[in-house]
């Protein structure tokens, strides 16, 4: 029992993405030795997705909700216009997403036999659907895993727990880092699933898999590149005035290279804090403008959210008007805000943007599990950008504080 603890521990003491590489490859090994055991090894990658299934209903509920509720009020700081830069990013990024996946349209390989799904027919029928599941009883939206209302009772609930006493708001922190280390537990588990995914996928389909991924894989980092060198710059020179790319590559090359290696936002929070320190910010602002924006500035959960989708819908056939495509990018960015700040949090809020388009979470789920297998580069290259444009944002505010007169940053103009 000892030495199987022991073993136990020092696998966990490995990366996980070194794990999930070594799981990748065992899995593309036994496909190609043995594609009979690969179809009996199957059986991890099912549990793995059923684990997802079941934990992320309850990772978006409590996360929203204790997110919500723990915001502060009534302190003196330039917060509402860096808010409003982190929530312009993320939707940019979202509609960013949804124009290279037109331009350049991915599909999966999926089991969808036996799933069904319910294509909308328009854009009344979309708005429909999503006011009905918005307003369902909160216990059978845990139950049904509709996303949509889950989201809507934890944003509701968690307003009216701002009012709430300090022992509440404490017990909702409580029970969101909880919830937390169960998913990171269960993703801990990825490499195990991951090489039941690979393995059952190429022996069943053979390595044409692999090419969708990879340009799945091109397109997800297509997009945030285009958001971290294009968009951010120009949001940054339309608000300063100002050359934005000292700021932008610094930001990059101090904060986003260390979020690519942590796969952390949260994880990131320190850095960025001395990185705006070393900007000579106003210590009020970042204090709590950082820490924010590792919640709620998610322009790259934003993309994988609508890139994976959007291979979802392209895979089942079903077609998407204009109309359906910017609801798309909006609950693409609402639910981006509440993605988990552990690594591939991003990736189980995929299935609440598939309920819009009648995807069963069957499918989602599958969907889900290749953003594991993709999400040694995606998600590190989604951490760099969404942690390095916290700090860029909240420059780009500071600045333009100072530019019009305001105390509330630093006599001290912010160098990049």
Request: with cysteine.
């Amino acid at each position: 029992m000892n030495q199987v603890q022991s073993m136990f521990e020092r696998m966990m003491s490995v990366s996980l993405v070194l794990r999930i590489v070594i799981g990748i490859a065992l899995g593309t090994l036994i496909a190609v030795a043995s594609p009979a055991t690969a179809g009996s090894v199957a059986i991890l990658g099912s549990l793995f997705v059923r684990a997802l299934q079941a934990v992320a209903p309850i990772l978006v509920f409590v996360l929203v909700m204790s997110s919500i509720a723990n915001q502060k009020k009534g302190q003196h700081t330039n917060i509402r216009p860096i808010v409003t830069l982190y929530l312009l990013g993320t939707l940019a990024a979202a509609f960013t997403a949804v124009a290279l996946s037109f331009l350049s349209p991915v599909t999966l390989s999926l089991v969808t036999e036996g799933a069904s799904a319910t294509p909308p027919e328009g854009i009344g029928e979309v708005l429909n659907t999503l006011l009905f599941r918005i307003v369902q009883n909160p216990f059978e939206a845990l139950l049904d895993g509709n996303f949509i209302g889950i989201l809507a009772w934890a944003v509701g609930l968690g307003v009216v727990l701002q009012h709430a006493s300090d022992t509440t708001k404490d017990t909702l922190r409580d029970l969101s880092d909880a919830v937390s280390s169960i998913v990171r537990f269960v993703i801990q588990l990825a490499p195990f699933g991951i090489f039941g995914l690979v393995a059952n996928t190429l022996a069943s389909t053979g390595f044409s898999a692999l090419a969708g991924y990879a340009h799945l894989l091109a397109i997800l980092v297509g997009c945030m590149l285009i958001i971290a060198l294009g968009v951010n710059p120009l949001i940054v020179f339309l608000k300063t005035r100002q050359n934005p790319y000292p700021l932008v590559l610094r930001c990059i090359r101090e904060s986003g290279v260390t979020a690519f290696f942590t796969r952390s936002s949260a994880a990131n929070i320190p850095v960025n804090m001395q990185l705006c320190k070393n900007l000579k910010l106003h210590e009020d602002t970042y204090s709590v403008s950082i820490p924010l924006g590792a919640t709620i500035n998610m322009g790259g959960a934003a993309i994988t959210i609508t890139v994976m989708t959007l291979a979802a819908v392209n895979t089942l056939g079903i077609q998407v008007d204009i109309a359906t495509t910017l609801i798309l990018s909006v609950v693409a960015a609402v639910s981006a805000c509440g993605a988990s700040g552990v690594a591939g949090g991003s990736l189980l809020l995929i299935p609440l943007a598939c309920s819009l388009f009648g995807i069963p979470n069957e499918v989602a789920m599958q969907v889900v599990a290749v953003g594991f297998i993709i999400g040694v580069i995606q998600d590190s290259v989604e951490t760099a950008l969404n942690s390095s444009t916290d700090v860029v944002f909240t420059a780009t505010a500071c600045i333009a504080a100072e530019q019009s007169g305001s105390t509330v940053v630093s006599g001290q103009k912010a160098q990049a």
